[in-house]
Each structure stands twice: as C-alpha cells, then as structure tokens.
C-alpha cells in the first residue's frame, strides 16, 4: 500500500534517542548501558528493553488465564424465586432473553470481544514483528493504537459484578455473590493492559530500516 | 514559545525524526510515516486543565461521599457508595477485586487529580513545581489505569440490570459521576504534557540567565 522509503531515517539510526517520559531526543552511545535524559533524567532507552519478551509471557498468562474466567462462574444471583449461576457468556446470554439488548451487546463488546481481540491482534503483533515482516506497518501500528485504547474498556464486567455482590445483599429476599472466574477475568484484563503497555510500536518500523538497533 | 529553535522530534510510536513546527490553534501534528499524533496545540492548555482538575477534584469529594444508588425491596432499603462497596467485597472474601476496583476507580483517579493540580497551580502563580519529573512520570505511568469512565458504563450497567428485579432509587454521586467523567475527560483533552516541559524549560533557563 503505502510506499516505504527506506531513505526516511529512524531517531535510533541515527544514534539519537526519544525519553520515554518528556520525549526530549537527545544523543545516546550504543555502547555505554544506563544513560538519562539531560532534562527529567530517566533511563533511556531506544527500544522498551525486553519488549517482546515480555510481551510473551504476559499475552501467554492472558491466554492462560482465559480459561478459568470462561469456564467458572462469573456471578451468583439468588431470590426467593429462582437461583442463576452465570458465567460470562451465559450471563451476556440472559441478559438477550430477559429483553435487554442494548446491555447485552455492551457486555459482549466489552467482555468477550475485546479481550479476545487484544489477545489474538497482540500474538499476530509479536509475531509479525519477531519475523521482521514489512507488511503494512501503517495497518499493524493502527491496530496497535486501537489496542491501547479500548483494552481498559474490558473492567466493566467487574465493576458490574462489585456493585451488584456489594449492594444486593437481602439476607433471604435476593443475594448477589462474585464468582471465581471474576478474579480470572479480572486478572486477564490488568495482564494484557500490561502487555499492550510492553509492546513497543517501534518494532514493527525497524525492518523498514536498513540499519539494526539494538538496546 | 515561538522563538525557540526548531527541534528535533521522534514520533513515539515509529521513531521517524521529524522538526517540531509551530501550529495554529487547534490544530495536531502528526507522524507523517505512522499518522500517530504527535503534539497538539492546545489552547490555552495550563489554565484550562488546571480549571477542570480543580472542578473534578471538587466533583470527586461529593461522588465518593454520597450513595450512588440504592434498591428498596419490600420495605428493607440498601445504599451504596464506592468506597462502601469495595469495603463490602473485600468483607466478603473477594479481596483481589476489591483491590482492583479501589485502585482503578478510586486512588488512580485521585492521584491523577493531585499531580495535575501539584504541577499546574505553582506554574499557573509562576515558578517551578517542586519536583516535577516525579509528577510527570506519575501521571504517565498511571494514565492507562484511570477508569472513571468505564465506572460510569459500569454503573449504568448495574442500573439497567437491578431495574428488572427492584425498585432502585438513583443516589446524588450517580449524577456526580456523570459530571466528573466529562470533566475528566475534558482535562484529558486539554492537557498537554509538551506544553508543560516546554513552559518548564523556559523558566528553568530564565533562572540560569
Ligand atoms: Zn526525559
Ligand atoms: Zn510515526
């Protein structure tokens, strides 16, 4: 698509370097290991060290995770009428029976389509980058920016599930209880907000580069 | 601002050098390789943040102290604010959430609320804040953790789903959390961390002349 010019240069071929807190570019040796940033003196670096390490481990933890936090129950809803044991899906699907539309489709997006896209978008990212692929890197950076911003979105579910548990609790009358899989989901949700924060954007443009940086 | 020399800049998401060049109000700057945004010029940024920061810290006080909604089953009435339900999980043994819901809804959002307000009053009344690397790195670290926005679509939520079984009555804080999720994200839009180093370095270099 967009036509790479490989005479554009990088700010790391060109041995400078961008803080990552105050974005000051300032000149930095290969060679020496901790230098700061002459202005609000941070460590730079011209890669997040270990990004796709990192990376790694936390979107395989994510995937891990993901199990429990679909398989076990979400939320327990008791009334003297009836007795539910939901589990995300099931309870995305209850919500689209009793009428709720609208809801069930912003606990679906929110739930199940997001932290499945983060998921499935970071592993084909780390992919792509650690083959050094040069396939639309414009699209790939888009998808990472989409990533980072609706990946907090996905906490919903939770703060549901703590205002319901913490509100609704009528002895007899009608009690409302968390689930295990909240705690699976939840820690689904901060490790791929991490892993999104580790992956570092910059990689998928380096093969566009003719030279090799290394941090 | 203006009679600065043009700097070097590397958009932070593709590492493209690029000159920093001045813009008209309003308007962005962007990677002209990735088409990441790299800086805006934000009118007006340092006033109009700090206004909606201390509108937002005022707002914060009021939707944590007041109940956001409470359900009234044959009689029996139950409340709940913020705090009172992270307190009521962790009561109930669901500790890691209820640690999670304090942080993300509670302590990121107040001190995101106090390091704007740390480092926007002194530059507002004209000298240099008091250790304001420490702030600025604060505030970048926790941005993606502050999630006032989506308590608010949680709350909503709730709402909707306690309406098929009860009468619930909504409390003064919903509406204050309304406000605040604007206000929030109006301080949001108009902050802008360049236009702060960039005041920071003049006074710095106007102290060593
Ligand atoms: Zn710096
Ligand atoms: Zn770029």
């Avoid at chain 1, 270990?50 to 129950?73: E, K, M, T």
């Avoid at chain 1, 443009?205 to 030279?211: A, G, H, N, R, S």
């Avoid at chain 2, 810290?57 to 339900?85: H, K, M, Q, Y």
């Avoid at chain 2, 679509?153 to 605040?180: C, D, E, M």
């Amino acid at each position: 698509m967009t036509p790479v010019d490989s005479g554009i240069a990088s700010a790391a071929a060109n041995g400078l370097c961008s803080c990552h807190v105050c974005r000051l570019v300032s000149r930095r040796s290969r060679f020496s290991r901790h230098e700061h940033c002459p202005r609000c003196g941070a460590t730079l670096h011209f890669r997040k060290p270990g990004s796709v390490q990192r990376c790694w481990a936390l979107v395989i933890a994510s995937y891990i995770l993901y199990i429990p936090a679909n398989l076990l129950v979400m939320m327990e809803t008791g009334s003297l009428i009836n007795y539910r044991k939901d589990t995300i899906v099931s309870g995305v699907v209850h919500l689209w029976k009793t009428g709720s539309w609208m809801i069930a489709v912003i606990v679906f997006i929110a739930s199940v389509a997001i932290p499945l896209l983060k998921l499935f978008s970071l592993t084909f990212l780390l992919i792509s980058v650690q083959r050094r692929s040069h396939w639309r890197p414009r699209q790939r950076t888009r998808l990472f920016r989409l990533l980072e911003a609706v990946g907090r979105w996905s906490m919903l579910d939770i703060y549901v599930v703590t205002l319901l548990a913490a509100l609704v609790q009528l002895g007899s009358l009608a009690v409302v209880k968390a689930g295990p899989a909240a705690v699976a989901f939840g820690a689904v949700v901060v490790l791929t907000m991490f892993a999104t924060m580790q992956f570092d954007p910059r990689l998928i443009w380096d093969p566009l580069q003719k030279e090799d940086i290394h941090d | 601002m203006a009679d600065r020399p043009a700097q070097l800049i590397a958009c932070h998401e593709c590492d493209l050098l690029q000159r920093d060049i001045p813009l008209n109000p309003g308007c962005t700057a962007s990677c002209r390789r990735c088409g990441a945004v790299l800086y805006r010029n934000a009118t007006d940024s340092i006033n109009r943040t700090l206004a909606y920061t201390l509108a937002a810290g005022i707002l914060f006080l009021v939707a944590n102290s007041f109940p956001i909604f409470s359900i009234e089953v044959s009689g029996d009435r139950s409340a709940i604010t913020l705090f009172g339900a992270v307190h009521a999980l962790w009561e109930q043994g669901v500790r890691t959430i209820s640690v999670m819901v304090f942080i993300t809804a509670i302590v990121v959002p107040c001190l995101e609320l106090f390091s704007l307000t740390a480092l926007l009053l002194p530059l507002k009344l004209g000298f240099v804040p008091p250790s304001y690397t420490l702030f600025m790195r604060t505030l970048q670290f926790i941005e993606p953790w502050g999630m006032v926005e989506v308590f608010m679509l949680g709350v909503l939520v709730s709402l909707v789903k306690l309406t098929n079984n009860f009468r619930v009555i909504p409390g003064f804080a919903l509406y204050s959390f309304g406000l605040l999720t604007l206000l929030i994200a109006a301080a949001a839009a108009s902050f802008s961390a360049r236009d702060i180093w960039n005041r920071l370095d003049e006074m710095l270099g106007e102290e060593e002349l």
